[in-house]
């Protein structure tokens, strides 16, 4: 009997320790870091059932107001004493704040090599105020300790912001064995404090890497602006190579260095986009489509007219870069997000990236236009959002559903950076008053 009793208590003992790992696990199915209530608010990509795109609530008040670009508030300025602003990336964390991201360039608004800090501004109140200045990058007091162009991906797993910068000789400056560096910057806690560079250039090209092929590589840098992670966790940037020692924009290439890790390891796609002509593109940006396909669309290096490419195997290969007509492009660079989609509930498929469209072998780069689509790319409508000259964007999903732009504004390829928030009403003209929930059909 006595062997009994201490039997049931032990057994009831388990049986309660099993429920309380099983109930853990689904508060936290990614891990210890976030819970699954939190990850609804990170981002276009938060989930890995269901279609890509936003899968927070959308308030009759963001679909049925008109959400206008007369809102926009000057972010970064062009100039402020001895410094310049350029290279806008716009983040919404899950704890609401926004983050507006820059290059500041101390006494000259040129690229690489100059010098350069990446700093950031927060907001609390979904874009209509902005803290001062901080820094991402270590301060610099040279060139040879400058980052600039910085690309991010907020790590839904983790809640954890990763940035990787470029820093040392320019694009066109560099060579394998002196190759523009390429390293990776994490925050662990919503970008108040970021962690020293980690430099990963061995990993991607230059004469210290072990691939045969990439160790010969000239230059490389990641697209500046937002990158994107996969529904399965994978993140990926987009690479613009110079294979060579040649100058030639024609020639630069869109390779994919991506991880699978959080940020700590990275590799490289086997190939990249190339146009029928043999050229390639500039800076780029990747989407992942309702089916899984990715979606490259490129700055491009030839023609002026957005090139499209696709991926079937997360990143790995690509195909046939197609040069669209309806994207005329000034070979600007621009975000490109997968705002809502069917899969999800919403009503719609809705695709939209943001670039200007006057060639600058025309004039300055100007005229920048929302460009959106309703099925995965196939084909695109616009609304143009300034009618001046203008330069670089980044845009992002923000927490109550509405779009989020910061831009360079104002001058060709030059800021000042505005933050602009709209909605579908506005940019269709009232066309398109959603999104709005559906039920999803039961296959």
């Not at 593109?281 to 007219?305: C, H, S, W």
């Not at 997000?337 to 999800?344: F, G, L, P, Q, R």
């Not at 060639?359 to 695109?380: I, Q, R």
Request: one cysteine or more; charged letters at 20%.
């Amino acid at each position: 009997m006595k062997k009994r009793f201490i039997f049931i208590p032990l057994a009831i003992l388990i049986v309660i320790a099993g429920v309380l790992i099983w109930a853990c696990e689904l508060r936290h199915p990614f891990g210890m870091g976030l819970s699954a209530e939190l990850l609804e608010g990170l981002g276009p990509y938060m989930s890995e059932s269901g279609g890509p795109g936003y899968k927070g609530d959308i308030s009759a008040q963001t679909t049925n107001t008109y959400i206008t670009k007369s809102t926009k508030v000057m972010v970064f300025p062009l100039k402020e004493g001895n410094d310049y602003y350029r290279i806008p990336t716009l983040v919404q964390l899950s704890n609401g704040d926004l983050l507006a991201f820059a290059d500041k360039r101390i006494g000259s608004i040129g690229d690489l090599p100059n010098k350069i800090e990446v700093v950031y501004k927060r907001s609390k109140d979904n874009g209509k105020t902005w803290s001062a200045q901080q820094l991402v990058s270590p301060k610099c007091t040279s060139v040879d300790n400058s980052y600039g162009d910085a690309a991010f991906i907020l790590d839904r797993k983790t809640g954890n912001i990763i940035c990787v910068v470029a820093s040392g000789p320019g694009f066109k400056q560099s060579t394998p064995n002196k190759p523009i560096r390429i390293s990776v910057i994490k925050s662990k806690n919503n970008g108040e404090t970021w962690e020293q560079p980690v430099d990963i250039t061995s990993q991607i090209y230059g004469s210290a890497c072990k691939d045969p092929v990439r160790k010969t590589w000239y230059a490389a840098f990641t697209s500046s602006g937002n990158g994107v992670q996969l529904r399965n966790g994978r993140m990926l940037f987009v690479l613009n190579v110079r294979e060579n020692s040649e100058w030639n924009a024609k020639l630069f290439r869109n390779y994919v260095m991506y991880s699978d890790d959080g940020g700590d390891t990275w590799n490289v796609s086997k190939n990249y986009p190339v146009h029928s002509d043999g050229s390639g593109g500039n800076e780029a940006k990747i989407v992942e489509l309702n089916d899984g396909t990715l979606l490259m669309a490129a700055r491009p290096g030839g023609v002026f007219q957005r090139y499209l490419a696709k991926s079937t195997d997360n990143g790995e290969t690509w195909g046939t870069a197609e040069p669209r007509k309806d994207l005329p492009s000034s070979s600007s660079n621009g975000d490109i997000i997968y705002y809502t989609s069917t899969n999800n509930g919403w009503d719609k498929n809705r695709l939209i990236t943001m670039f200007d469209t006057v060639p600058y072998s025309v004039s300055p780069p100007a005229k920048p236009y929302l460009f959106y689509s309703y099925d995965d790319g196939n084909t695109w409508r616009k609304f143009m959002i300034e009618n001046g000259q203008a330069g670089y964007s980044s845009l992002a999903i923000l927490n109550d559903g509405s779009i989020g732009i910061l831009a360079e504004i104002g001058g060709a390829w030059n800021g000042p950076i505005y933050f602009m928030r709209v909605n579908m009403k506005y940019i269709t003209a009232g066309k398109d008053s959603g999104p709005f929930k559906v039920k999803v059909k039961q296959k």
